[in-house]
């Protein structure tokens, strides 16, 4: 159990197009969504955490027009990145917080790797 | 910002031999877990300990905390190759996100 699945797992496209990432929870609902970057050999960081039914909230230094964040029901969080450019070429990373677990676990995606051309 | 500091950076042992990393962190926390991560892949949760915690086990996996040094240390016993992966710790402050930290890279040569 506790599955996160996102889609597409890698994702090729031409600079100052948009790409949209999804991140879903296969068997829980999930009331918090965090979005993570990753660059190649460092750790995560937080970009936002996104509420169902919310606006999300950003980190700061993470440009939310950027980063559009749509959290519209309890298993799927989107994440469209606009307009990209070669820099935002990163490994994205969901994970997701189960309702109604307490323990602060958190369940991760797969991944998704952005290459802008 | 990271939160927590791991160290080694990067640690290579032979099978069978167990493998140490140690995370620092810098503020109080409700709780210190440690995911693992294969290249190139998500991560997955290891083991969590509770701030009122000092030691907790699991399988081969034996992790520490010691708040007042603001440290944690994960081993791994009897280690395999298919342990070989990078290794976090992440602290919980605000009961709403996980900081990271910067990860070992841990290899185990068969």
């Known amino acids: 159990g506790a599955v996160v699945s996102q889609h597409p797992s890698w994702v090729i496209c031409k600079s100052g197009t948009s790409v949209k990432i999804e991140c879903r929870s296969l068997d829980f609902q999930a009331t918090t969504m965090f979005w993570y970057r990753q660059f190649p050999k460092q750790s995560l960081m937080l970009m936002a955490t996104s509420n169902e039914g919310s606006k999300a909230t950003y980190e700061q230094g993470v440009e939310k027009d950027k980063f559009l964040i749509n959290h519209a029901s309890l298993t799927l969080s989107t994440l469209t990145v606009t307009s990209a450019h070669p820099e935002d070429s990163s490994f994205y990373i969901c994970?997701?917080?189960?309702?109604?677990?307490?323990?602060?676990?958190?369940?991760f995606g797969e991944g998704s790797r952005l290459t802008v051309l | 910002s990271q939160q927590g500091e791991e160290d080694p950076q990067a640690l290579s042992i032979q099978e069978g031999e167990n493998a140490t990393m140690n995370c620092s962190y810098k503020t109080s926390i409700n709780n210190l877990q440690w995911y693992r991560q294969n290249s190139g892949r998500g991560l997955v949760h290891l083991i969590l300990?509770?701030?009122?915690?000092r030691e907790k086990h699991s399988g081969r996996l034996r992790v520490t905390l010691d708040t007042s040094k603001k440290s944690s240390s994960l081993l791994i016993t009897a280690s395999r190759a298919a342990d070989t992966a990078s290794y976090f710790c992440?602290?919980?402050?605000?009961?709403?996100?996980?900081?990271f930290g910067k990860g070992t890279m841990l290899l185990v040569s068969p």
């Open positions: 994970s997701a917080r189960m309702a109604g677990l307490n323990t602060g676990e958190l369940f």
């Open positions: 992440a602290t919980d402050v605000r009961y709403s996100t996980l900081t």
């Open positions: 300990i509770r701030s009122n915690e």
